[in-house]
């Protein structure tokens, strides 16, 4: 009885199993994103580890490096424009909140309505880098294309996220402990089911991971 217990075929261990490695790739992520400039590599390569353990497939710490050190040069340069993007986007919004005082703030709402597509593909241009090879301009192109095409998952993928940065900013301070220790981690991890769902369709069943 105890031997099946502590058995790894036990669902209960497999579960304690895969939480322990998502959280080992939390803390890779985390440790690996302190220069800031290789957010890019870093969430790229949590993304890549993330699809690959849903499958079992290779060791977690192993393929986040792997991922790592073959897309930091594109991932970091899809970071730096994105990074730069956004904080044009920000500063837009502040400005024109600011300065516009009409009723209908149309600066404002410009703004919102480039966000829109921002947001979109920086949900999905990790996970395109992460699977795919391709050209930054293409891996940005195929971002926003796969958002828009499956608006029903990158709309749940948006909820989580929404519901996560919700109570990260409304509730104490264990929530943003618990989210940068093993949350960011168990978002990649649930994403990567979208992600892995969707970018099925478009690999032949037969073709090998580029990645692998």
Not at 175 to 195: D, K, M, Q, R, W
């Amino acid at each position: 009885m105890l031997a099946k217990f502590f058995s790894f075929d036990n669902p209960v261990w497999r579960v304690v199993l895969k939480i322990g490695q998502i959280w080992l790739l939390n803390i890779l992520w985390l440790v690996t994103s302190v220069p800031v400039i290789t957010i890019g590599a870093s969430t790229t390569a949590l993304i890549y580890s993330c699809m690959k353990l849903q499958k079992d497939d290779g060791y977690p710490t192993r393929n986040f490096f792997h991922s790592f050190k073959d897309n930091f040069a594109q991932a970091t340069v899809i970071w730096l424009i994105y990074a730069g993007a956004g904080a044009l986007l920000a500063g837009g919004l502040i400005f024109w909140n600011q300065i516009d005082k009409s009723s209908l703030k149309l600066g404002w709402a410009l703004v919102i309505a480039l966000a829109i597509p921002y947001v979109l593909s920086l949900l999905y241009v990790f996970a395109v880098q992460a699977k795919f090879v391709n050209t930054i301009k293409n891996t940005m192109h195929y971002a926003i294309i796969l958002a828009i095409k499956h608006f029903k998952y990158t709309f749940q993928m948006l909820l989580l996220f929404g519901v996560v940065i919700y109570l990260n900013v409304t509730t104490i301070v264990w929530v943003n402990y618990l989210t940068l220790t093993v949350g960011v981690g168990l978002i990649a991890y649930l994403c990567s089911l979208y992600y892995a769902k969707i970018f099925e369709a478009y690999i032949p069943a037969q073709e090998d991971d580029p990645e692998a």
